[in-house]
């Protein structure tokens, strides 16, 4: 099992406040090898896709439901319901993120599906590339209903350094610096879809005006979230 980045990672929970930071859990099973080629790939029949319609454009990610499947039906089940329709994006960082899912809109409220909390599922095979779909995690240690989408940004050499320090394999960094991400959040909020079509509204919403709290001074509503399946027809 990949070793944990620790002082980077502690850095960029801090700087990123999307909750409280959990920990990483260890899953017990056996190793396996990393690679960029599923979570990166383009969707294919079947494939279960979220659209995310905001009054900005519409960004569209596919739902890794068969790799963590307990964090991708909450969200499923809670998209389904209507849960985050009308909701107004509470927080974005420029280069960092943006994130919803929360009706107080003060970055801490937010529902499970199922009334009680999910614990985070890691994945070597999965990582928070740019476009990457995380759920935040909150105070107790588990996801409920708030999610990020990462807008950016280009990786240091810095971060280069640690990962490999980490044991990640050479074509997940070739990945990270190729496309840019945040590799401080991975193993401490859980990986659980990737843009494949809208990036340019993901850049576009994170790049707005913000207050101290980074929420947008103008309110960017997100008007529907449904879940389908994907189709090459």
Same mark, same amino acid.
């Given at each position: 099992? @990949? +070793?944990? =980045?620790? !002082?980077?990672?502690?850095?960029? &929970? @801090? &700087?990123?406040?999307? %909750? ?11 190793? +396996?090898?990393? !690679?960029?080629?599923?979570?990166? !790939? %383009?969707?294919? $029949? ?12 519409? =960004? +569209? ?8 499947? !307990?964090? %991708?039906?909450?969200?499923?089940? @809670? %998209?389904?319901?209507?849960?985050? #329709? ?7 960082? #420029? $280069? ?14 937010? #529902? ?10 890691? +994945? ?37 350094? $640690? ?12 990945? *990270? $610096?190729? @496309? ?32 101290? *709290? ?20």
């Amino acid at each position: 099992m @990949l +070793r944990k =980045i620790l !002082s980077l990672i502690l850095t960029v &929970c @801090l &700087c990123l406040s999307l %909750a409280s930071c959990g920990k990483k859990a260890d899953s017990g099973k056996e190793e +396996r090898t990393e !690679s960029p080629l599923r979570q990166l !790939s %383009a969707p294919v $029949e079947g494939d279960t896709v979220v659209t995310i319609m905001t009054d900005m454009g519409t =960004i +569209r990610a596919v739902i890794f439901d068969d790799l963590v499947p !307990s964090t %991708a039906q909450n969200f499923i089940g @809670l %998209a389904e319901s209507g849960y985050y #329709d009308g909701m107004i994006i509470h927080k974005v960082i #420029d $280069e960092f993120v943006m994130q919803f899912g929360d009706k107080t809109l003060k970055g801490n409220g937010g #529902d499970s599906f199922s009334g009680t909390g999910v614990s985070p599922e890691f +994945r070597d095979d999965l990582h928070s590339y740019k476009g990457s779909l995380g759920m935040v995690v909150y105070g107790d240690g588990l996801q409920y209903s708030q999610f990020f989408i990462v807008a950016g940004s280009n990786v240091s050499d810095e971060y280069v350094a $640690e990962m490999q320090k980490a044991g990640y394999s050479q074509d997940v960094i070739d990945a *990270y $610096e190729k @496309l840019g991400g945040l590799p401080g959040l991975d193993y401490v909020y859980t990986v659980f879809g990737q843009v494949f079509e809208g990036m340019d509204v993901v850049e576009q919403i994170t790049s707005q005006e913000t207050d101290k *709290y980074n929420r947008p001074k103008k309110d960017i509503t997100v008007k529907t979230v449904t879940i389908s399946y994907y189709s090459e027809e």
